[in-house]
């Protein structure tokens, strides 16, 4: 069991940038989990954004490759997501997942498969 809280979230003009973090409880287990950012708006499914994996491997959706990054920091506990070149598009609300389960490519881009979830943190581009 690991729980997660996001920080970092706000409001920002088109083409600036934001870094989103979630904090992890569990040191000791935190480098075997793999780790999910998803986002959300209002009256839609909550959406893929990237994941990435303990060696570390990252996947990332087509409509963010070349403007946001996801890291990961073990020894703090801490997976990021940074986002540059923000667009109106990117306006939700933000959650991270963990699962230990092994996950394919496929299988990173489905909420269905992440065990925990923070409570979110809402990014706004108008």
């Known amino acids: 069991q690991v729980q997660l809280v996001e920080s970092g979230g706000g409001l920002v003009q088109a083409g600036g940038s934001l870094r989103l973090s979630c904090a992890a409880s569990?040191?000791?287990?935190?480098?075997?989990?793999?780790m999910g950012w998803f986002r959300q708006a209002p009256g839609k499914e909550r959406d893929f954004v990237a994941a990435?994996?303990?060696?570390?491997?990252?996947h990332y959706a087509d409509s963010v490759k070349g403007r946001f990054t996801i890291s990961r920091d073990n020894a703090k506990n801490t997976v990021y997501l940074q986002m540059n070149s923000l667009k109106p598009e990117d306006t939700a609300t933000y959650y991270c997942?963990?699962?230990?389960?092994?996950?394919?490519?496929?299988?990173?881009?489905?909420?269905?498969?992440?065990?925990?979830w923070g409570q979110g943190t809402q990014v706004t581009t108008p």
């Open positions: 569990s040191g000791r287990t935190f480098n075997s989990y793999t």
């Open positions: 997942g963990a699962t230990l389960k092994s996950l394919t490519y496929t299988r990173t881009r489905d909420v269905s498969w992440y065990d925990n």
């Open positions: 990435i994996w303990l060696t570390p491997i990252t």
